[in-house]
């Protein structure tokens, strides 16, 4: 079965989805995405992904495509036609084609919203997340807004090839400080050997994961105790536990950091009971 994007008001088969040469998310990645995960067939916390998309919008005063309902019925659209019962549903709006100028179109232009969807393989999900993962820890060398989910992913890029060439799957991008902000595409997260779990304060140096906030609620439920401060690299050395969160991944334990082993060097309990009860809590439509 082709896959079916949607663009600009159709749906396509993927070879036929194409934007103009002249779109400003291609000239020079202005423009903003949402990833939300597809559990059964329906969208995950699809409300406060579109209330984030808005939010990263309005940052960036770029319009909205369409309403936040009408795009809730293009994701569910398109997760449909590709059949998607265990994946992600990925959308991006930009701010439109226009001749390449750095600032923004005058008169304005129609924003660019793209949409597609695909199957994640859940077995190697699960057995990923059964082992664990390593990480390396690279200087962060982001804008200072990274709190807006721009499609502007060079850092980040660049910081996850430099991890799979160095044997490890993902990067911890850590600060002048020598604190950990987040990782190339998902939020970090330690347990100290009180119990406590501790992720970076909501500031604009980190993106406010949706899945981070959910977890909030969980973390809440089964009675543990949580800081939300900035931790360093060598807190985390030295941690009971450390994992990561993102829609994909939801809550992926990090077993190595740096090439050390952290705890005993297995996903730990705390993060393998938070990513089993996660669902209980996050929203489903
Ligand atoms: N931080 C970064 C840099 C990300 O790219 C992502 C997800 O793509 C996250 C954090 C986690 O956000 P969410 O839980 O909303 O997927």
Known sequence: MSRIAYVNGRYLPMRDAAVNIEDRGYQFGDGVYEVCEVREGRLVDVRRHLMRLKRSLEALHIRAPMSSNA?????????????VGYGIVYFQVTRGVARRDHAFPAPEVPPSLVVTARALNRTRN????????????????????VDIKTIGLLPNVLARQGAIERGARDAWFVDGDRAVTEAASANAWIVTYAGTLVTRQADHA??????????????????????????????????REAFVTSASQI?????????????DGKPGPVALALRREFHRYAERD
């Open 251 to 263: 809550v992926l334990p990090v077993v190595q950091i740096d090439g050390r082993a952290i705890g």
């Open 126 to 145: 699960e057995a990923l997340a059964a082992k664990g993962i390593a990480v390396i820890s690279v200087p962060d060398n982001r804008w200072g807004r």
């Open 206 to 239: 980190i993106l406010r994961g949706i899945t981070r906030t959910v977890l909030f609620d969980v973390i809440q439920a089964e009675g543990l105790r949580i800081d939300e401060r900035c931790f360093t690299l060598d807190e985390a050395y030295a941690a």
């Open 71 to 83: 795009l809730g019925v293009v994701l569910r659209e398109t997760v449909v036609r590709n059949r």
